[in-house]
């Protein structure tokens, strides 16, 4: 993917969130402070704002860019963890204007290791990164199998499915799911999710 096509993506992706947005408020409503939808859709938009700037940059930029954005604009946990994770991803697209499918892995990794470290959680505490790293293996294993670059990403998206549905049988124990505690079983993160709906956005753009 051309640094031409990201400025789509990411409209996409304003479009995604802000059609999800009601569905993601109200999983949050369930265990959290009711604010991710609202908070991810402005966020979004703020980014859609933004990409005029974007012309001509290379995709470290506008990752970073983004992530800045993101941090400034969206409140709550949601701001910070996505922020890092785009401003990490571009640290690995610096100067570049072409993204392959190493290139993304290596953006997943580092995005991976921004929100471990930002939210100071692992796999399994009910937060996105039940989603996040279950798809990076999905599509490590996938280009290791020899499947082309749309294909290991439909194969992530399923994944993170896959973990979305798995953070339902778990109780949260980081952020402010946790203090519902138990209360927070049979209940989808919303981190999780919304993380779904982006890597699902990159996959139709593939």
Do not use: W
């Not at 970073?64 to 697209?93: E, I, N, R, W």
């Not at 778990?170 to 049979?186: D, N, P, Q």
């Amino acid at each position: 993917m051309k640094s031409d096509r990201i400025p789509e993506v990411l409209t996409a992706m304003s479009r995604k969130i802000s059609e999800k947005k009601d569905f993601l408020t109200d999983l949050d409503n369930a265990i959290g402070d009711g604010d991710h939808g609202i908070n991810m859709a402005r966020g979004f938009a703020a980014v859609e704002s933004r990409l005029p700037e974007f012309e001509g940059k290379d995709i470290g930029y506008i990752l970073k860019t983004t992530g800045m954005t993101l941090v400034s604009v969206v409140a709550g946990s949601a701001g910070p963890l996505y922020g890092t994770a785009f401003m990490k991803a571009g640290m690995v697209m610096n100067g570049k204007n072409e993204m392959t499918a190493d290139d993304f892995i290596e953006c997943l990794n580092a995005a991976i290791d921004g929100v471990m470290m930002r939210g100071k959680a692992v796999q399994g505490e009910k937060t996105m990164l039940d989603a996040m790293i279950p798809a990076r293996d999905a599509i490590v294993s996938a280009v290791k199998d020899g499947r082309n670059f749309p294909e290991a990403v439909k194969a992530g998206v399923e994944a993170a499915r896959e973990g979305v549905e798995y953070t339902k049988t778990i109780i949260a124990t980081k952020g402010r799911a946790a203090y519902v505690g138990e209360r927070s079983l049979g209940h989808q993160d919303p981190g999780a999710t919304s993380f779904t709906y982006l890597l699902e956005t990159i996959s139709e753009a593939l």
